[in-house]
């Protein structure tokens, strides 16, 4: 077996706006937001990241560049880690949207819609296609910048859980996760998963 690679998750940090859903809308970090990205990459155990690859949010992408500017790394930016698209819901307020059809979102999304919304399964499609492209790739330590339903998907894959245990996984605003995997047999583990 050979040594292992990582592979860092960083969900972005706090947004403008309260909580809503947010695909397709693209609001900014807020001070604390960016405050707490600066924390959670400042903080993150020797990183030694070799590049970040981004979604195109630009909750995401505006701090992607500064930090890849700051460490002198490449960038890309991936629209396949994009955020869920809600569709008729996206951008809405929480607290507008209908409480048992919301619940049903999160504890069974495989077999719930939002009007005009990405079905979950060409989501988790676009996802894990990209993720098998990284691991596929001679990259030893990416670090990418996306959202809590991206990262969700990600480490239940690692993790091996069924979609419906997707609302079992906190991901907090400027959450932190490392997964080490190895080659063979590039199965990825999950070292850690912290917050700040």
Excluded at 32 to 39: C, E, K, N, T
Excluded at 106 to 132: G, K, M, N, S, Y
């Amino acid at each position: 077996m050979s040594a292992p690679r990582f592979v860092d998750l960083l969900r972005h940090g706090a947004v403008s706006g309260g909580a809503r859903l947010r695909g397709k809308c693209d609001d900014p970090l807020t001070t604390d937001g960016w405050a707490q990205m600066v924390r959670a990459t400042a903080d993150a155990p020797a990183p030694a990241w070799s590049h970040i690859i981004s979604s195109p949010a630009q909750r995401c992408a505006a701090f992607a560049r500064h930090l890849a500017a700051q460490h002198h790394l490449p960038l890309h930016i991936d629209s396949a880690l994009a955020e869920w698209q809600f569709g008729a819901w996206d951008g809405l307020p929480l607290a507008e949207l209908p409480a048992e059809q919301l619940l049903q979102l999160w504890i069974d999304p495989a077999h719930f819609t939002p009007p005009a919304a990405e079905p979950f399964a060409a989501f988790q499609t676009r996802v894990l296609t990209a993720w098998q492209t990284l691991l596929q790739s001679t990259e030893p330590h990416p670090l990418l910048i996306t959202h809590g339903v991206v990262i969700r998907v990600l480490i239940a894959q690692v993790l091996h859980m069924p979609t419906h245990a997707l609302a079992l996984l906190e991901v907090p605003p400027a959450n932190l996760t490392r997964l080490c995997v190895y080659s063979p047999p590039g199965q990825p583990s999950l070292l850690f998963h912290r917050s700040f």
